[in-house]
DNA sequence: GAAGTGATTGTTACC
DNA sequence: GGTAACAATCACTTC
């Protein structure tokens, strides 16, 4: 992914020049800790280098994320000449924070269930893990066979996320 | 052309 | 328990 890889000094003008600086102290905080750990060569790679992993499944979206899917949609059509995903988070974030629990209760409900499918490929891919320390040789069978174990856990629920989404509607 | 950056919140994982 | 990383997005910037 392209996620805080800490490459060099890029960026910054632009980001004056679309927006404000945010005064939040989470913001501040969160910003800080991301430097800090960009400008230092990113301290979780000092403390766990070979977590690379391209076939580690990613992170469920939180419920917060699933939100802010939908809401780039909206804010796409509503600022249609407003491209920039900063922005667009930080408008996120304050609808978000307005949304009452009984408006964030449908993404959190999906967010619950992208939670139980990353589970259920963390356990597979823990198995490969696993077997790819047993056994190196075989670590390709395994993985297809984990893989099609998930495809079809990931299916099922992948069809129930369908249903269930326009439920939430 | 490739890759990193920003802005947001929540959750995960690690120490 | 605390804290940092990471999840999506994409125009833009830099090398």
Redesign the pocket.
């Known amino acids: ?15 004056e020049v679309v ?1 404000k ?2 005064e ?1 102290s ?2 501040g905080k ?2 800080a ?3 800090a ?2 400008s230092s060569n ?3 790679k000092n ?2 280098p070979a ?1 690379k992993d391209p076939n580690k499944p ?8 699933v939100f ?2 939908e809401f ?1 949609k909206v804010y796409k059509q509503e600022h249609p000449n407003i ?4 922005a ?3 408008a ?2 304050e609808k ?2 307005s949304l009452t629990v009984s408006e964030k209760a449908p993404y ?1 409900a999906k ?1 619950a269930k992208r ?1 139980q499918d990353y589970e259920k490929l ?1 356990t597979a891919y823990n198995k490969k893990q696993d077997s790819d320390e047993d056994d190196d040789d075989d670590d390709e069978e395994e993985s297809e066979r984990s893989k099609s174990e998930v495809h079809d856990d990931d299916e099922g629920e992948s069809g129930e996320e369908e249903e269930d989404d326009e439920d939430d509607d």
């Open positions: 992914m392209k996620v805080a890889k800490g490459k060099g000094p890029v960026r910054k003008e632009r980001k927006l600086p945010v939040d989470k913001v969160r910003k800790a991301l430097k750990s960009k990113k301290k979780a403390v766990k977590k990613k992170r469920p979206p939180s419920a917060f994320f802010l899917e780039r491209k920039a995903v900063s667009v988070g930080k996120g974030g978000w924070k959190e967010a939670k963390m």
